[in-house]
């Protein structure tokens, strides 16, 4: 039996489109043991949390196609390959989907490693990161999930370039509504050039962000959070978007973004704001009719990893 745990992702920060991340305390969980005959009635997959209702239970269920790529590289060397069917496969999901909170990325990821366990390890660190990023589309999530922290990623003439860096004790408070959005939707809106003054904006913007975290001048984060890439691209998709981001600094949050392709909204703060934050931005949600869901979280400092193995 091997069992995974997966953190949760808020990726972009606001202008660190495709390019940033940061690893939170909310884990998904895969665990992995061999399937006996007498079970053979029964789904190959178990899914518990998050997904229960609308994940695929068959091969088509994106842990399984992580595992399976696995151990296509395994190939002939190990005593695979394994089939869909040889395995129980449960799965604890605690990260909402389609939120902008990076659950596929952790899903791939959990696939990924529970397979690399059951082969011996096949695949280096860096591999992992490479297959990771291939089967979800972007680093931004793959990267920090993998190894936690806060992480600057990229893929360059196809290797995964990354600096992971050290995050300061603040807190992130995570407001997710409850509808969904499916990332491939939220990327199709966006524009195909964009004007420069927008590309200057942003790079001013990552520069001011990654420099007050490090410096700890945390009161620059309220611009160094700002975006004008994709976020005023998806705010019609996200009703209240601006009136949430606006509460929350108005509650005493240092910045605000879109948590990845959204709808979650993420707010940095300060560990006393953290709760008059959550409440503020649920509050403005209910305003427009939209139950949310609050997390109070930490950064994940050690990424994914092998929590169990018997
Ligand atoms: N950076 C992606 C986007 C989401 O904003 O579309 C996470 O990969």
Redesign the pocket.
């Known amino acids: 039996m091997i069992r995974i745990r997966i953190p949760a992702t808020s ?2 920060l606001g202008p660190g ?3 940033l ?1 940061m690893a939170l305390d909310l884990f998904n969980e895969v665990e992995i043991t061999p399937r006996r005959k007498a079970d053979a009635a029964n789904p190959a997959i178990e899914i518990e949390g998050e997904g229960a209702k609308t994940l695929p239970r068959n091969e088509k269920n994106i842990v399984w196609q992580a595992m399976k790529k696995v151990f296509a590289c395994a190939g002939a060397r190990r005593k695979g390959p394994y089939s869909f069917g040889d395995f129980q496969i449960r799965l604890v999901n605690r990260i909402p989907l389609a939120s ?1 909170l ?1 659950s596929s ?1 952790a899903a791939y990821l959990g696939g990924i490693m529970a397979a690399n366990e059951i082969t011996g390890r096949i695949l280096s660190r860096e591999d992992m990161l490479l297959m990771g990023v291939k089967l ?7 990267v920090p999930a993998l190894l936690g922290g806060l992480c600057i990623s990229m893929v360059i003439d196809n290797e995964v370039k990354y600096v992971k860096l050290p995050v300061p004790a603040i807190k992130a408070v995570v407001c997710t509504p409850d509808f969904e959005l499916v ?1 491939e939707k ?2 199709k809106i ?1 524009p195909r050039h964009v004007p420069f003054a927008a590309a200057t904006f942003n790079t001013s913007r990552v520069a001011l962000f990654l420099s007050a975290l490090m410096t700890k001048n945390f009161k620059l984060l309220s611009a160094g959070m700002e975006d004008r890439l ?1 976020q005023p691209y998806r705010e019609h998709l996200i009703p209240g978007m601006k009136k949430i981001i606006d509460v929350a600094m108005a509650a005493g949050a240092y910045g605000v973004a ?1 948590s ?2 959204g709808p979650s909204i993420v707010a940095l703060c300060a560990p006393a704001k953290a709760k008059p934050v959550g409440i503020a931005m649920q509050n403005k949600w209910k305003q427009f009719n939209i139950a949310s869901a609050c997390f109070v979280l930490d950064a994940d400092t050690q990424g994914a990893r092998v929590i169990s193995r018997r």
């Open positions: 990726a972009n489109f495709d390019v991340g902008g990076g990325a979800e589309g972007h680093p931004d999530n793959v990332t939220t990327r966006l994709h879109l990845g392709a």
